[in-house]
């Protein structure tokens, strides 16, 4: 997730668009005003630390409920990797299936929704506050995640809504709806509308806000400083060619090109490491003894942790329930299946991507250390390690990655432009379906969601809207909050669809087509 | 009784195609499977609301393909007598039809030219070509 950044340090690209001239700066004023004055509560609430520390409760929330689907399905995410990636390869789908979703294209676009900023600024932010420590705790996060994601992405499949014309609806707010229903627990609906409430307004905010307000201040890195309405107009025009439009070639093409910019990353940086391939041990010796000792960090090896633990809950949306929804469509038979396709995403986002970041600060020795000690040097306020050139968050991952391929900085542009695309793309998706799941379907209905969509991106790539955007991060993570209540008591429901299937897969009758 | 599949689209050859593989079925005593395959990959992306619509569109090109395409050859073959069945598949063109081929034991595959021109055909290969290249068994491509 990549909206978090704000609070954990990156706010260096939302100041310039906070010195646009005064023009907006009243209607901002006045709208700033309002919101902090409003929900300032809730998202104090959300955000608010275990009583003296700097330990979120909300990343606790999620870490311990990834924690316990692991134990409760035996590390499932290890036991069936193999067999997730049998399925994505297609080796258990029927050839008379073909023209349908198939498992790789779920995955492909449910990544493509969490694949962003966040993995290339927000691993910045946490090596540069919890040194390569928090690497450790990121990697151990997002290996636990996988059981989250496991476990939503089965229920969103099996209570999804099919209708007669052959499209589908799923996500939480079915789950939590249906699922609640078939085992007689109440509230169900309760929580589905507080979810699809949460759902709405995080797509607004850090699944669009959030995003043009990112892909302006880069074009602005890169251009030069320009008004951000200018960036908001163009992005909310394609914006909404692709949803109001249907203009599917330009989704298409970015759909192709982000995946594209994914793997010309990890290239990147595993050429970089290979340039550097003396130092992997070093680096990997630094990330186990930041691990626990913290070696000088703020906060020492508890800073490490926390710092790791952020980074990956909120990279990969695990327990989050927006990744249930994009893979609700799947054609399956078996619902499980979609469960074990979508815990390679954790894997791939936190486990591959955002180590990779890690590995290239570490490696290019941006961080600096004290030659006698060994440990790292603070920075004067003593809140983060002092980087050679002063840099953090994005510029931090670009001034590594130039270090070796210079002009990488132009193509880490590009890719945060695109990243912020497809993320909205994605998001605007989420948010129609709480929407829709609220206010019932209907050509009607649906327009105005996504033409309120569309103005969202203008506003939020105009504005420097602080406690907006603030109260869009702690909408998402609201939304963990119903959602792990929803997957605690359904998960006895996904064992039993795990445990048929297990002994099925065993016995032959679930067959390998090729 | 041995089998001809024809492997059957809306290219300007195809009709010519059909005329072709009607005379050796009848004059070899053929089975004639005629085969149309809709060009589809498993890896390729798709939005979220192309995921959500996939079943439906899959439906809806299954039903035209049958429909506007199938429905006039049916009527020719009908009148013809030639034993015949109409085979509709999604996957890569040129692989699925040998599938065809290999499932249904076929002796020979007659195709139209689709009419590429000579640079698509070069960057993209054509099915003719590719066809031509591997089959494992005698191709025809009609003009």
Known sequence: ?514 | MSKIVLGYDDGRSAASALEFAMKIAKAEECELVVAHVLEWSPYSFLTPEELEERHKRRKEEIERAQTALMGPVREVLDKSGIPYRCEIKYGHISETLLEIVKDEGASQIVIGRTGHTPFSARVFGSVAGSLAQVAPVPVTIVP
């Open chain 1, 1 to 514: 997730m990549k909206q978090f950044l704000k609070a954990t340090g990156l706010s260096v690209p939302l100041m310039a668009a906070a010195a646009m001239p005064a023009m907006a700066q009243g209607i901002d004023q006045t709208v700033n005003d309002i919101f902090a004055g409003s929900t300032g509560w809730f998202v104090s609430l959300i955000f608010s630390n275990f009583p003296g520390t700097s330990f979120p409760w909300i990343v606790a929330w999620l870490v311990v409920a990834a924690t316990i689907f692991t134990i409760y399905f035996g590390l499932i995410q290890f036991r069936a990797f193999p067999h997730s990636i049998a399925l994505v390869k297609g080796d258990y789908s029927d050839p008379n299936d073909a023209g349908e979703v198939s498992h790789f294209q779920a995955l492909a676009t449910a990544l493509s929704g969490t694949v962003g900023l966040g993995n290339i600024a927000g691993v910045a932010v946490a090596v540069g506050i919890g040194g390569p420590g928090a690497t450790f705790w990121m990697i151990l996060a997002g290996l636990m995640g996988m059981a989250s994601k496991f476990t939503e992405c089965t229920l969103g499949v099996k209570y999804r809504n099919e209708y007669p014309d052959g499209t589908v609806s799923g996500g939480p707010m079915y789950y939590l709806t249906k699922g609640f229903e078939e085992r007689g627990i109440p509230m169900g609906k309760f929580l589905a509308v507080m979810f699809s409430i949460f759902c709405i307004l995080g797509a607004l905010g850090g699944g669009n806000m959030f995003q043009s307000n990112q892909a302006h201040a880069q074009i602005s890195n890169v251009v030069g400083d320009y008004p951000g309405w200018i960036t908001g107009i163009v992005f909310a025009g394609i914006v909404f060619a692709v949803i109001v439009g249907g203009l599917k070639s330009i989704a298409r093409v970015t759909e192709k090109v982000v995946p594209i910019m994914g793997v010309l990353y990890v290239v990147t940086a595993l050429l970089i490491l290979l340039i550097n391939f003396d130092q992997i041990g070093w680096a990997f010796g630094q990330i186990f003894e930041g691990a626990f000792t913290g070696l000088g960090v703020a906060g020492g090896f508890v800073g490490a942790l926390i710092q790791g633990f952020k980074r990956a809950a909120f990279s990969n949306e695990a327990g989050v329930g927006s990744a249930a929804i994009a893979h609700s469509a799947v054609r399956t038979k078996e619902p499980i299946t979609e469960g074990f396709v979508s815990l390679l995403e954790p894997f791939i986002d936190t486990v591959v991507i955002c180590t990779m970041t890690a590995l290239v600060i570490i490696i290019t020795g941006q961080l600096v250390s004290d030659p006698e000690t060994g440990l790292y040097v603070l920075n004067e306020a003593g809140t983060a390690i002092q980087t050679v050139d002063g840099n953090s968050g994005v510029a931090l991952t670009s001034a590594a990655f130039s270090a070796s391929f210079s002009g990488f900085q132009y193509i880490l542009a590009l890719a945060v432009i695109l990243f912020a695309f497809s993320t909205m793309i994605s998001w605007s998706y989420y948010g129609l379906k709480a929407w829709t799941f609220l206010f019932g379907e209907g050509k009607t209905k649906e327009l105005i969601f996504k033409v309120i969509f569309c103005l969202f991106v203008i506003i939020g790539a105009a504005a420097n809207l602080g406690p907006v955007i603030d109260f869009s991060d702690a909408a998402i993570f609201a939304m963990a909050v119903v959602n792990i209540i929803g997957l605690y008591f359904l998960m006895p429901v996904v064992k039993r669809e795990l445990e048929s299937y297990m002994a099925r897969l065993k016995s032959g009758e679930i067959k390998k087509f090729n």
